[in-house]
């Protein structure tokens, strides 16, 4: 019963069933079964009549009884190990995701996006859902220098793509904008042969020291993001081939590891601009460390371009509506996403495991970077 005053809770909706639309189609459930299957066994007018009804009554298949019958699932899994708290301010994955969603919902294909706390948890999860069967394949983020994750996958029979790492590819195809025909990321003879996608840090990181040591620039920091990260650690290697090319000194060009929050690359900045002889260029790997830079900079009174050069690795419009506007990497994340999402349902359709290059970043100059101050 119903207290006094409280309202009646409205009772759930019905799923419909095979046996509401066998009702109403006035066929056996057998029958709804071959039409709504594409088996044989019905008339053409029967099973026009079949999947009319199921529209008109909303019915959905079951995924997990797809899943047991041997079908697809309908689903990608997106799984990411990042502190929570980094990720409400950083727009990458927003913008990846909104790629790959552009993919998969062209296809009526759902993501299944979770965030865990560290890659055991992100292994054990992919376990589960093959057990399950709740997805198809994965799209694999972050890659690590040591990752325990293509040798799992591929030892579950589980299709994935790695984004951004290195994988053994059977072919490789280069993006049609790359500048130069694509390569086997760094050390991909050392994983199991996964299909990925990934970027030339390597190219990128050197347009970057070409316009500060243009600009006069000797001493530059790179306030990175997480280390162990296949990606964190290319752009550091990077960093130290490009400042041993152009003869700068180790001491004054290097790299510094954070978790990519505002807060650590804030601190980050201050450790630096209280050293004896700060860097005169601070190169941040996302955008939010760049912005979150060049207040600390304000704060301290330090002028920007004018006594220290920042340049963000990712564009967005924190970069643009920042005064002075940051000098920053431009690429299309939503194009990377949607090329990572491509090529596994290529994968899915029966496609060799591929490497493909996307396309390579052009840097921006605007208002935060300018000539090198004399000291």
Same mark, same amino acid.
């Given at each position: ?12 909706? @019905?799923? !419909?069933?095979?046996? %509401? ?12 079964? =071959?039409?709504?299957?594409? *088996? !044989? ?11 009319? /009804? ?13 899943? #047991? ?22 727009? =990458? =994955? ?9 993919? #998969? ?7 299944? =996006? ?26 694999? /983020? ?33 993006? !049609? %904008? ?7 990321? !760094? %050390? ?46 290319? *752009?550091?290697?990077?960093? *130290?081939?490009?400042?041993?090319? @152009? ?5 004054? /060009? ?17 450790? &630096? ?17 760049? /912005? ?15 006594? &220290? ?8 419009? &924190? ?28 994968? &899915? ?16 100059? *605007? ?9």
């Amino acid at each position: 019963m119903t207290a006094p005053g409280e309202a009646a809770r409205p009772k759930p909706a @019905r799923r !419909p069933t095979i046996k %509401d639309i066998a009702r109403r189609a006035g066929v056996s459930e057998s029958a709804v079964s =071959f039409a709504l299957n594409d *088996r !044989p066994g019905v008339s053409q007018d029967t099973r026009a009549r079949v999947r009319r /009804v199921a529209e008109e009554l909303g019915w959905q298949a079951n995924s997990a009884a797809r899943a #047991l019958s041997g079908e697809r699932a309908g689903a990608l899994g997106l799984v990411l190990a990042r502190p929570a708290q980094t990720l409400g301010v950083e727009s =990458f =994955f927003l913008q990846l995701v909104s790629g790959i969603q552009e993919v #998969l919902s062209a296809r009526k294909i759902a993501l299944l =996006f979770q965030v865990v706390e560290d890659l055991g948890t992100e292994c054990a999860l992919y376990r589960r859902w093959w057990a399950e069967r709740r997805v198809d394949g994965v799209l694999v /983020v972050d890659p690590r220098t040591e990752d325990p994750r293509p040798q799992l996958l591929t030892a579950l029979g589980l299709p994935a793509v790695v984004i951004g790492g290195p994988a053994a590819p059977a072919a490789v195809a280069p993006h !049609p %904008d790359a500048a130069a025909p694509a390569a086997p990321p !760094p %050390d991909a003879a050392a994983q199991p042969p996964l299909a990925t996608v990934w970027a030339d840090d390597a190219k990128a990181m050197a347009r970057i020291l070409d316009h500060l040591y243009g600009l006069g620039h000797r001493r530059i920091v790179h306030v990175a993001g997480l280390p162990g990260l296949a990606h964190t650690e290319r *752009r550091i290697r990077s960093l *130290r081939t490009e400042a041993a090319l @152009r003869g700068l000194d180790a001491r004054h /060009v290097r790299s510094v590891t954070t978790d990519y929050s505002d807060a650590e690359g804030a601190e980050a900045t201050r450790r &630096l601009l209280d050293a004896a002889r700060p860097p005169t260029a601070i190169i941040y790997d996302n955008d939010v460390m760049a /912005v979150a830079g060049t207040a600390v900079a304000a704060g301290r009174g330090i002028p920007v371009p004018a006594a &220290l050069s920042i340049v963000a690795w990712d564009d967005s419009a &924190l970069c643009r509506v920042t005064h002075p506007r940051l000098t920053a990497l431009v690429r299309d994340t939503p194009g990377f996403g949607r090329l990572a999402a491509q090529e596994l349902l290529a994968v &899915l359709d029966g496609g060799p495991h591929r490497t493909v290059q996307g396309e390579l970043p052009h840097l921006e100059a *605007r208002e935060s970077t300018g000539p090198c101050p004399h000291d």
